[in-house]
């Protein structure tokens, strides 16, 4: 939707209600400001709405929906990508985390991690931190639990193929007790 | 000879039309219902905007980052690479008959509208089998395919897994530990993978029961499209079978699925309606198929439509037996001969609409004869 006084994308709403009539402004961040309607950027939601309420006539209602959000890094602001199906740069996955989730769920069967495939230097990552120490969990539980439980898979396959039965029948447990853990994450600690 | 070659300007992406595309070989378990297995893995340059916010310049760049690593990575004993903005429209209309390039990536516009025929992209594609084609700058950075004849996904994953693997060493990906690889459209997330299996179903069409199929492979969140993928129509009982979510579920999971269990079962129903045609309606069946054949061997004027129709009807006699002296490989290679394209490239020359027909149906006529008489011999 465009803005009601220039051709750019209105990212603000402002619906008032006066005396039954309801009035609706649409507008870019830019007129916004002009037209005195305050975003809400910093400050509390009660903050804002005593602002907002101030010099209005008493029995006004005001209902505001927040500017779209944008992804700091390409400018692409959710509205847009609700429009066009497509993200600009990974970090939109970051910026719109709160709201893909949802819609990831949905689109995936309600999944919302990621299992399978990870590159080599994100793994490589985890191991090697600066310090020498373990690196942060970039991974999540859910990864690794899934990335062990496929390596143990590929190592059982290849033991059967190569007729190594009493190898197999140890990593067979090993990748039982994996998908036991999975199952009860709590088992481990408590045995 | 081996390595990288260049191509543009009159290069082919094989050798003569006839040669190369693995699926058209006909050949591979259980080719008599799955002609072939491919693997698509939609992959991004970390770092870098996704096409639909690139700049022509960053298109450039990211074109020519991911052409040397393609080039100098030892995927296959030789890659062609083509830049398709600077092809002609003959090329992209046989890259795409050949499936190595998508109707979009032709067209170079995404789904969001932006783009267009002269924005950098290109394909890269090893000759001559075909087995591996990469297209740079499509809807994602880089969408890598391995195809193989026949029910064969482990082997096409295990071979671009490796190719994965090869670029990932000198390409930084997106990657998200939540989201896994990370793509454009969020629809492909996760793994990036997609898994799609070109399937013929003439008897399940034929007794009705192919709603059946549809419904379940839905309800398995399996996507069925056309001959050409997305958009495309089903021409000549050919569908593809995909899977639709790529977030959740790791690849080899869902490789043993399709492999193991999904496909064994779509083969089985279709393997047990031919069974059934013949058992019950062996005379329609047989009448049908000699139909279509007669058609094929007789007419003058001839659209893709109808043509690829016939031949399916034509590939269930072969598999049925119920003609034996045709080849299974030969009406493959027509089903891509046909296409406008091919059809030109055959001939020689491009051809108005109307001429096409006339022409298609010359080329037909005298390859049906030749493969049956060699069958017969």
């Known amino acids: 939707m465009n803005c009601d006084r220039c051709d750019n994308e209105a990212t603000v709403h402002e619906i008032t209600v006066v005396g039954g009539v309801q009035h609706e402004k649409h507008l870019c961040e830019q007129c916004a400001a002009e037209e005195g309607v305050v975003i809400g950027a910093g400050g509390s939601v009660t903050e804002l709405l005593g602002k907002l309420a101030e010099g209005l006539p008493p029995g006004t209602a005001i209902e505001i929906t927040h500017a779209s959000p944008k992804c700091p890094s390409c400018g692409l602001t959710f509205s847009k990508f609700r429009h066009s199906g497509l993200l600009g740069c990974a970090s939109c996955y970051s910026a719109f985390e709160d709201r893909l989730g949802p819609l990831l769920e949905r689109a995936h069967e309600g999944a919302a991690q990621h299992v399978g495939k990870v590159p080599k230097r994100a793994l490589a990552a985890t191991r090697l931190s600066p310090t020498g120490e373990s690196g942060p969990d970039i991974l999540g539980d859910a990864e690794q639990h899934a990335q062990r439980a496929q390596l143990l898979r590929k190592k059982l396959e290849e033991a059967v193929a190569a007729e190594q039965y009493e190898r197999a029948a140890k990593l067979r447990d090993e990748l039982n007790q994996l998908e036991t853990e999975k199952l009860s994450p709590g088992a481990e600690s408590a045995s | ?377």
């Open chain 2, 1 to 377: 000879m081996s390595g990288p070659t260049e191509s543009n300007g009159g290069a082919r992406p094989a050798s003569s039309p006839e040669e190369g595309a693995e699926w058209l070989r006909g050949k591979g378990k259980d080719a008599d219902v799955v002609l072939s297995s491919r693997v698509r893995l939609a992959r991004n340059l970390a770092g870098r905007p996704f096409m639909p916010r690139a700049s022509r310049d960053e298109r450039e760049e990211i074109l020519d980052s991911c052409r040397s690593v393609i080039l100098q990575s030892g995927l296959a004993q030789r890659m062609m690479w083509m830049a398709l903005h600077l092809a002609s429209k003959e090329e992209r209309t046989l890259l795409v008959e050949r499936h190595l390039i998508s109707q979009q990536h032709a067209r170079g516009r995404l789904s969001d509208g932006t783009g267009g025929l002269k924005e950098p992209r290109a394909v890269a594609a090893s000759v001559p089998d075909e087995r591996l084609s990469i297209m740079v700058n499509e809807e994602d950075h880089l969408r890598i395919q391995v195809i193989r004849a026949g029910l064969a996904f482990e082997e096409a994953y295990q071979a671009i897994d490796a190719v994965d693997d090869a670029l990932e060493q000198r390409l930084d990906f997106a990657f998200s530990p939540r989201f896994g690889y990370l793509t454009a459209c969020p629809t492909n997330v996760g793994t990036g993978a997609r898994l799609s299996a070109m399937l013929h179903l003439p008897a399940l069409k034929m007794t009705g029961e192919l709603e059946k199929v549809k419904r379940a492979a839905q309800d398995m969140s399996l996507a069925v499209r056309g001959f050409y993928g997305e958009g495309s129509e089903a021409a000549g009982d050919f569908y593809q079978l995909s899977n639709q979510t790529t977030l959740g579920k790791s690849e080899h999971v869902l490789m043993h699925e399709l492999e193991r269990e999904i496909l064994p079962q779509v083969i089985r129903y279709e393997r047990s309606a031919r069974a059934k045609l013949l058992d019950k309606r062996k005379n329609a069946l047989e009448d049908q198929v000699h139909r279509a054949i007669g058609l094929l061997t007789h007419a003058r004027l001839m659209s893709t439509e109808e043509a690829m129709h016939l031949l399916s009807q034509v590939r269930l006699g072969i598999v049925c037996e119920i003609l034996k002296g045709t080849d299974l490989a030969a009406v493959s290679r027509l089903m891509l001969l046909i296409q406008p394209g091919h059809l030109q490239q055959v001939i020689g020359q491009s051809l108005t609409q109307e001429q096409r027909r006339t022409a298609r149906a010359t080329l037909v006529r005298s390859r049906l004869k030749t493969s049956s008489r060699k069958g017969a011999g």
